[in-house]
Structure formats: C-alpha cells, structure tokens
C-alpha cells in the first residue's frame, strides 16, 4: 500500500460522457501526478499539481482537465469520452515540486469508454 | 524533450538466471532515473533511483542499476531472478532542478520467469 488512494477503481461509461476520476495523495505529499496508460502509448504523464497549482503539464487532451483542492486531493475530469481513452488512469504524489523525488503510486482507476 | 527508450518488449527467463533490462535516455540536461516495477495487479511502485553519486545504485529486491553518463543508459541488473520477479519494469527520466514536475517513461519490459 503506497498511500495513496484512487476512486472508483473501475468504470465504464458511454462515448461523450464525461467523468471524474479522484486521488488523494500520501500524507504531507503536496504534489499530485496524473498518468495515462494505454496498450499502444505505454504510461503517458498527463499534469502535475502542486500544493493547488498546476504546475507541469503533458500529454493531456483539452477534453480532459484536473485540478487540486485546498485538502490536496485531486480530481482529473474527462469529458466527451472517446473509445480511445479506456485506460488505467493513474494517480501518484510525491513531497514536493522541484527536485523530484520517488513517485508513489495508487492502485489506478480503470476506464471503460463502450 | 525527454525520451526513454527501453529495448526489450518481453523478456523469458528461468529461475535463476540472469537479468539485464537496457534502458537508454535522451535528454541534454542533468536527470534523475528511476526504474519502477508493477507486479500483476497491482500498482507500480519504485525499485530503485539515482540522483547522484555512486552510478552503481542498489534498490530492494536484489535489483542494482548502472547509470553510464556517456551511454546515457540506466541499465537494471539482477544477478539471479525468481519467480516473483515476473513483472513488467519501467524506467522513467526526469529533469533535475526544473519546475517541471513531469517524469518521462519508457514503454515497459515485461517479464517472465518460469518456475
């Protein structure tokens, strides 16, 4: 157990639905990292946050957004679901922002787009 | 920008033996590796990391990595894989000293060890 936790764990939906995937990172961790990871693209970073800010951003559609709230959780909200984006979303925090150190990871969220 | 580059898709090996995963970075500036390892089910979690120092960096598990700077390459070493290594391992690379908070991935190797 890492520490940090990730809601739902499964989830399917229909194409141009949206939905909200949720994280809550290690305790005292202040960064939040979202990650994709599909079959044909491997573990893809999506956004960072830090203590509420972005602060880093990757390969991440405009249908798709996240933010961090003032308790440090984070929500990462897809909308207009394609069948491409069924993945395993995952979630990790780490202390802080500018020197990087170990990511730790939740359990992922399973998306189902039919 | 940051790549990873991992060479091995699948990997099969026997007990005991020998285990080498290559995994080679491009980037210009100063980096931080890490290789991460997710079991079957569950999430990844990291097995070993280097920052600085000694480029021979030893993690759990009985897994050691070699950073080589003029190879840039973070390659994983185990001299003696079990059954429970079966896996799939990924090497990621981030920029130090940067506000980016990004860690850029290889695609994975997947291992399997027959009992």
């Known amino acids: 157990d890492s520490g940090v936790t990730q809601t739902p764990k499964h989830l399917i939906t229909a194409t141009g639905q949206r939905v909200t995937l949720r994280c809550s990172p290690r305790?005292?961790?202040?960064?939040v990292y979202w990650y994709q990871q599909s079959l044909d693209q491997g573990l893809q970073f999506l956004i960072q946050?830090?203590?509420?800010?972005?602060?880093a951003k990757g390969n991440i559609l405009e249908r798709f957004s996240a933010q961090q709230f003032p308790d440090l959780h984070s929500e990462l909200n897809l909308s207009s679901l394609e069948l491409g984006d069924s993945a395993l979303y995952f979630c990790?925090?780490?202390?802080?922002?500018?020197?990087?150190?170990?990511?730790?990871f939740g359990p992922g969220t399973r998306l189902t787009v039919l | 920008a940051q790549s990873v580059s991992q060479h091995n898709h699948h990997v099969i090996l026997s007990e005991a033996a020998s285990l080498e995963l290559g995994c080679n970075y491009s980037?210009?500036?100063?980096?931080?590796l890490f290789w991460y390892v997710q079991y079957p089910g569950q999430h990844l979690q990291l097995l070993l990391k280097y920052f600085s120092g000694d480029p021979l960096v030893k993690g759990i598990k009985g897994f050691e990595a070699e950073f080589i700077k003029s190879k840039f390459s973070f390659n994983l070493r185990k001299p003696s894989v079990q059954w429970s290594d079966t896996a799939e391992y990924f090497c990621?690379?981030?920029?130090?000293?940067?506000?980016?908070?990004?860690?850029?991935f290889g695609d994975g190797t997947t291992l399997t060890v027959k009992p």
């Open positions: 990790a925090s780490s202390v802080g922002q500018v020197r990087i150190d170990e990511q730790f």
């Open positions: 990621a690379v981030n920029a130090r000293n940067t506000n980016a908070g990004k860690s850029t």
């Open positions: 305790s005292g961790d202040l960064s």
């Open positions: 980037y210009g500036g100063t980096v931080n």
């Open positions: 946050y830090y203590n509420g800010e972005e602060r």
